[in-house]
């Protein structure tokens, strides 16, 4: 019966595998050691020249050096792509719990903050947060709103379009995730839509062609006028204190009938706008096909603007130059 050194051809297998540096040579080390040319397959050939009673014993051998082997390979490659794994974990860790701002501490930026507050002033009553896309349709931005395209208060925010055809622009209000909401959504409806909004304006102390806006949207079978002096005011105190006063002048929006402004009174007497709102105009609500039975209101806000109101910041171009000395003020 012919003999195999087993010894000898395992040690020679673990001498291979000690030299792997690449997980694929894993592939090569089968081929050699189980494949048609291997050794082993040699060995093979042999056993029909054997005796019935060698043969049994010897392709027995054989059997078990094969799995012997075959289990040595996979092993031994599981390991090595976990202890690579490992490796690559190691050098590349990243300590999160670093702290960049080691003297500082840092903190969010004011729009950021205030933004943060009027939102949760809204969903500490109910409002839940909706968001649209910045890049719009004219649909959602003017039409669905109910500005057509002869409409004067168009051409007033007619702004920052994306393509000759004007159908894409950036929107210039929040107000298109009214229609995105109710387009999606049956009624009732209680959101709110922070972001940011886009218009050809020039630079001066209170306009910016980049700004950031929060619309709210109410829409339930019983709602009034009442309902959106009460929001609006308890909103106002939420935010300038108790003591706030606010008056409602009438005012002009396609989207709203009545609309009116909202101003808020400042330490030196004088009335400062603050939001524009109305009565959901029912041309609006039969464009997202709401039912008669349903009414509402909205109102926009500028964030800026309360901003400036409650801080007494006297340029917009503050909040975007990324001065450190007027952000850590806050
Ligand atoms: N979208 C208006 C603007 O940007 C603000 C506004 C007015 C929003 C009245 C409303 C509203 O929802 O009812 O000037």
């Avoid at 950021?112 to 009553?125: C, G, L, T």
């Avoid at 995105?180 to 886009?198: K, L, T």
């Amino acid at each position: 019966m012919p003999e195999l050194n087993l010894d000898k051809i395992l040690a020679s297998l673990d001498l291979r595998i000690s030299e792997v540096t690449l997980p694929d040579e894993y592939d090569q080390i089968s081929k050699d050691y189980l494949g048609k040319d291997s050794l082993l397959a040699e060995e093979r050939k042999k056993l029909p020249t054997l005796s019935n009673e060698d043969k049994k014993t010897y392709g027995k051998k054989l059997t078990e050096l094969s799995k012997k082997i075959e289990s040595k390979i996979a092993s031994s490659k599981k390991q090595f792509i976990l202890d690579t794994f490992q490796k690559k974990e190691k050098d590349e860790f990243t300590d999160i719990t670093i702290d960049w701002n080691r003297n500082e501490g840092s903190y969010k930026h004011i729009l950021s903050s205030v933004m943060d507050e009027v939102v949760n002033i809204f969903s500490s009553i109910g409002y839940e947060v909706a968001y649209g896309p910045e890049a719009e349709t004219s649909w959602h931005n003017f039409d669905a709103l109910n500005t057509p395209d002869w409409h004067p208060a168009r051409y007033e925010s007619d702004t920052i379009y994306l393509n000759s055809d004007l159908e894409t622009l950036l929107r210039t209000q929040t107000s298109t995730v009214q229609i995105r909401h109710m387009e999606q959504n049956d009624p009732p409806v209680y959101i709110v839509a922070p972001g940011r909004v886009f218009r050809s304006d020039q630079l001066d102390a209170t306009h910016s062609p980049v700004f950031h806006q929060l619309e709210g949207l109410a829409i339930d079978k019983n709602l009034s006028f009442t309902d959106l002096k009460g929001t609006l005011e308890y909103f106002t105190k939420e935010f300038f204190g108790e003591n706030i006063e606010t008056k409602f002048i009438p005012h002009f929006f396609p989207f709203t009938e009545p609309s009116a402004e909202v101003l808020v009174k400042w330490n030196d007497g004088s009335w400062l706008e603050i939001l524009g709102c109305g009565m959901v105009d029912p041309n609006v609500l039969e464009n997202v096909g709401y039912s008669k039975e349903y009414k509402g209101f909205a109102w926009g806000v500028g964030i800026e603007r309360l901003a400036m109101l409650r801080y007494k910041i006297d340029h917009i171009k503050n909040f975007y130059e990324n001065d450190i000395r007027f952000l850590e003020q806050f």
